[in-house]
T-cell receptor
Framework: DQQVKQNSPSLSVQEGRISILNCDYT??????FLWYKKYPAEGPTFLIS?????DKNEDGRFTVFLNKSAKHLSLHIVPSQPGDSAVYFC????????FGKGTSLLVTP | DTAVSQTPKYLVTQMGNDKSIKCEQN?????MYWYKQDSKKFLKIMFSYNNKELIINETVPNRFSPKSPDKAHLNLHINSLELGDSAVYFC???????????FGPGTRLLVL
């Protein structure tokens, strides 16, 4: 049973607009959340993280929001660029990393 | 100067063979991991290891064994390979058990 779920397998966004990737989790013991980006034939690359004591963390064009009561987090990318096209994995940690299935983002010119 | 490297990148082998995948990290991290990404694209932890502790995911068959000659290396040995072992295997490392993990490029294993 997956404890971390990314219910949208794919997302297409126009360049310059906002991309919003969503992630839900079931385990209330998770205390650290991460987003990874993965290009084909490469390993996942760390993007941004957030601790459970925060509700927002921002790094340049990337912002992660955490809603603990809803057990939901989201990644916002603004403005989206064609180079952002990749698979994005949400991960949650209770000491071990638990990954979602990934959302494939396509940013079109 | 790759932070986490794996060899080989591709591995094609016959059922029943024994094979190893090597992983090296030059980040000075003290914890290393092996993950399996199956055909459904789920990334699942197999092992985590530091100098003091090996944590094994109980669903991993004992045909899989991690071996760490030193802090910078964690190799994965697989005995009696089966068709279902075909997957992409990722090595990762972190500084401490609950810190951000950095991944290698993956090893694509195909068992025929």
């Amino acid at each position: 049973d997956q404890q971390v779920k990314q219910n949208s397998p794919s997302l297409s966004v126009q360049e310059g607009r906002i991309s919003i990737l969503n992630c839900d989790y079931t385990n209330s013991m998770f205390d650290y959340f991460l987003w990874y980006k993965k290009y084909p034939a490469e390993g996942p690359t760390f993007l941004i993280s957030i601790s459970s004591i925060k509700d927002k963390n921002e790094d340049g064009r990337f912002t992660v929001f955490l809603n603990k009561s809803a057990k939901h987090l989201s990644l916002h990318i603004v403005p989206s660029q064609p180079g952002d096209s990749a698979v994005y994995f949400c991960a949650a940690s209770d000491g071990a990393l638990n990954f979602g299935k990934g959302t494939s983002l396509l940013v079109t010119p | 100067d790759t932070a986490v490297s794996q060899t080989p990148k591709y591995l094609v082998t016959q059922m029943g063979n024994d094979k190893s995948i090597k992983c090296e990290q030059n980040l000075g991290h003290d914890t290393m991991y092996w993950y399996k990404q199956d055909s459904k694209k789920f990334l699942k932890i197999m092992f985590s290891y530091n100098n003091k502790e090996l944590i094994i995911n109980e669903t991993v068959p004992n045909r899989f064994s991690p071996k760490s000659p030193d802090k910078a290396h964690l190799n994965l040995h697989i005995n009696s390979l089966e068709l279902g072992d075909s997957a992409v295997y990722f090595c990762a490392s972190s500084q401490g058990h609950q810190e951000t993990q950095y991944f290698g490029p993956g090893t694509r294993l195909l068992v025929l």
